[in-house]
């Protein structure tokens, strides 16, 4: 079992920049690939990014591609998302998540077996 707890959300001008945590729970933190997913009031959840357990595999969707960059300390249990340029369009709820299946470029909710609760970011124009 795997608990995740986002951090560092908040309200931010457009233009500017977050990073995001997300401590994981448990030993076996490093098998999970991770991945980061938004999700925007009446709209379906989205894929932001995704590391894998090692952390030398990442992949984005086109909306974040060189403004998002995703990485992870194993040693410390932790994820991140710095978030870069941000837009009033990446205002959202942003959750964490892992996947057992450390391979590939998955980016269907349904396929992550861990979620955490999410962390609000609010980007003002």
């Known amino acids: 079992q795997v608990q995740l707890v986002e951090s560092g959300g908040g309200l931010v001008q457009a233009g500017g920049s977050l990073r995001l945590s997300c401590l994981a729970s448990?030993?076996?933190?490093?098998?999970?690939?991770m991945g980061w997913f938004r999700q925007a009031p009446g709209k379906e959840r989205e894929f932001v990014a995704r590391?894998?357990?090692?952390?030398?595999?990442?992949n984005y969707a086109d909306s974040v591609k060189g403004r998002f960059i995703i990485s992870r300390d194993n040693a410390k249990n932790t994820l991140y998302l710095q978030m870069n340029s941000l837009k009033s369009e990446d205002t959202a709820v942003y959750l964490c998540?892992?996947?057992?299946?450390?391979?590939?470029?998955?980016?269907?909710?349904?396929?992550?077996?861990?979620w955490g609760r999410g962390t609000q970011v609010t980007i003002s124009s």
């Open positions: 590391i894998s357990g090692s952390g030398d595999s990442t």
């Open positions: 998540a892992g996947d057992s299946t450390d391979w590939g470029r998955r980016v269907l909710p349904a396929l992550y077996n861990y």
């Open positions: 448990g030993r076996t933190f490093s098998r999970y690939a």
